[in-house]
């Protein structure tokens, strides 16, 4: 399917630095050679026929890809990945919530098919481009958002701004503002940006590839490794620590929209790099965002690491509906995953607890 291209705008945020022709040809020869296995010139490139479409704000497009549909009154479920992520990563998540109400998975500037931005990257940055894309693909709100990693911070920011348009949040495993205060410093990203700074290599650059389609694999390896997505990455850990700081120097008051906080339930942290310590101190870290809204819950996701949306899809979709059905019918559903332990993969849901501010 060919994609389409809308114009919008972004208010405070400038955009890219016209140098898409460059990034834009080199993915259809890594494509055409990679997939097409020596097509023709003149047939259309996979480039052309990326999901959903182009929306351009400011003066750079993001891409993004929405189904299902909404009833009247229901929220649109937005998609945001952590750094290193785009919208392939999403697939199975998306697919299960498109069955029942309207879902968006995006692409960041820099990743998957959407351009490069120049300048320092930031989570409200990124907050303020998907407010303005949303506007700009005629997606209005309500919005669940879910939020991966990174992708928590944005989200958050985004919440914090545009309280109004939000009616419930996701957090997959997100990343806190306390977890530079409280984490080893070799599993921060503040020592990756440092090796960046230096000229090193940092290997640390996702590969999901189990998180793409499998007819897709291959596509979403050659979309994550180019300059364009490798300088993304690079500029959001460089700014990552910033993006943390702003969002606790915000120090919002506790939302009242459903929240979900969903953890996952594998260790990731090296055993020989404190990792055991820094795993207890992240499943903390992990507890204390219950404190962003007054309606809140949290799951463990036994058996799933980080990437808790690629391992277990189908818990976060579930999450996802029950935010959006909200009020008692998010309260009644928690109450019940509490009375049944251990079940579908889903350790005790802590209950619905009341915060006042927090800076987590």
Known sequence: MRGDVTRGTVPEVTGGDGDHGGWRGLLAVLLVAGLSGGAAADEVSPLERYPGRLVVVGDHALHIDCSGRAAPGQPVVVLESGIGGFSLEWHAVKAAVARHQRVCAYDRAGYGWSDPAPGPRSAARSAGELAALLEAAGEAPPYVLAGHSYGGLVVREFAARYAAQVAGLVLVDAATPAQFERLPAAVLPRTWAAALASGARVHSMPRPADSFPPALSTLGLQLMMLPKARAAYAA????????????????????????????????????????????????????????????????????????????????????LELVSAGGPTFAAADARAAARPGGAGVRPPLALVSAARARF
């Open 236 to 319: 959001e850990i460089r700014g990552f620590e910033d993006s943390a700081r702003h969002l606790a120097g915000l120090a919002p008051a506790a939302l009242t929209v459903p929240l979900i906080v969903v953890t996952r339930g594998r260790g990731e942290f090296d055993e020989g790099a404190g990792g055991d310590a820094a795993e207890r101190t992240w499943r903390e870290l992990q507890g204390a965002l219950r404190s962003v809204s007054l309606q809140a819950t949290q799951w463990i996701a036994d058996g799933a690491g980080h990437r808790v949306h690629a391992e277990r899809p189908e818990l976060v979709a579930r999450a």
